[in-house]
T-cell receptor
Framework: AQTVTQSQPEMSVQEAETVTLSCTYD???????LFWYKQPPSRQMILVIR????KQQNATENRFSVNFQKAAKSFSLKISDSQLGDAAMYFC????????????WGAGTKLIIKP | DVKVTQSSRYLVKRTGEKVFLECVQD?????MFWYRQDPGLGLRLIYF???????EKGDIPEGYSVSREKKERFSLILESASTNQTSMYLC??????????????FGSGTQLSVL
C-alpha cells in the first residue's frame, strides 16, 4: 500500500528567508501524481503545486517549487522569500494514475513564519 | 471562484445522536468527498461520490453513511455519534479530468465534538 510521510511536524522560518518542507512516499507504481496542499488558519485547504511523476522537470509556482527525486521517492517543497501569509499546515499527497480519485495524505507540517 | 460550503463551522453533539453534516458546491462538479482530519494523521477519506446517487467507501467508512440526492449536495451522516468521531470533517469537490490534473476544492471544515 502506498504511504506518504512528512517527518517534520513543525518548521519555522524567518520572514523573507527560504524553507524546505520534506515529504517521502512509498509506492511500487511508476506513474503517479504528487501534490502539496496548504491549510491556513481559515481551514480551507488550497492546492499549492502539483507534479506528474513522468515529468523530470520540477514544478514551480511563483515562490513555491519542488525538488522531485523519483528514485529516492522524495518530494520536498521549497518556499522562497517566506511571507507571513505562508503560515499554515502543509500537506503532501500522492495519487495513483487509476480512476478512483483517492489521494493518500501525509500527516502535515505546521509552518511558522517569524516576523 | 468555486465555492464549497459546509453548513456548520463548529458542532457539538451528544453520544448516540444522529448527526448530519451538509456540503454544497456551486460549480457543477461530479466528484465530492468527505474527509476526516485528525492531528498527526493527515486526511483520511470516509466516502466519495462521482455522480448523483453513487457512492464509494473510502478508508474509514465505519460508523458513517452518505447521501447524494442532488449533484451539488453531499451529506455525511453519523448514524449514532460516538466520542471517537470527534474530529474535523472536510468536504471537497472536483471536476474529473481523467489525467490526474483534477484539483480538489475544499470547504472550511466542520469541527465536530461528540460529548
Amino acid at each position: 500500500a502506498q504511504t506518504v510521510t512528512q517527518s517534520q511536524p513543525e518548521m519555522s522560518v524567518q520572514e523573507a528567508e527560504t524553507v524546505t518542507l520534506s515529504c517521502t512516499y512509498d509506492t511500487s507504481e511508476s506513474d503517479y501524481y504528487l501534490f502539496w496542499y496548504k491549510q491556513p488558519p481559515s481551514r480551507q485547504m488550497i492546492l499549492v503545486i502539483r507534479q506528474e511523476a513522468y515529468k523530470q522537470q520540477n514544478a514551480t509556482e511563483n515562490r513555491f517549487s519542488v525538488n522531485f527525486q523519483k528514485a529516492a521517492k522524495s518530494f520536498s517543497l521549497k518556499i522562497s522569500d517566506s511571507q507571513l501569509g505562508d503560515a499554515a499546515m502543509y500537506f503532501c499527497a500522492y495519487r495513483t494514475m487509476d480512476s478512483n480519485y483517492q489521494l493518500i495524505w501525509g500527516a502535515g507540517t505546521k509552518l511558522i513564519i517569524k516576523p | 471562484d468555486v465555492k464549497v460550503t459546509q453548513s456548520s463551522r463548529y458542532l457539538v453533539k451528544r453520544t448516540g445522536e444522529k448527526v448530519f453534516l451538509e456540503c454544497v458546491q456551486d460549480m457543477d462538479h461530479e466528484n465530492m468527498f468527505w474527509y476526516r482530519q485528525d492531528p498527526g494523521l493527515g486526511l483520511r477519506l470516509i466516502y466519495f461520490s462521482y455522480d448523483v446517487k453513487m457512492k464509494e467507501k473510502g478508508d474509514i467508512p465505519e460508523g458513517y453513511s452518505v447521501s447524494r440526492e442532488k449533484k451539488e449536495r453531499f451529506s455525511l451522516i453519523l448514524e449514532s455519534a460516538s466520542t471517537n468521531q470527534t474530529s474535523m470533517y472536510l468536504c471537497a469537490s472536483s471536476f474529473p479530468q481523467g489525467n490526474g490534473n483534477e484539483k480538489l476544492f475544499f470547504g472550511s471544515g466542520t469541527q465536530l465534538s461528540v460529548l
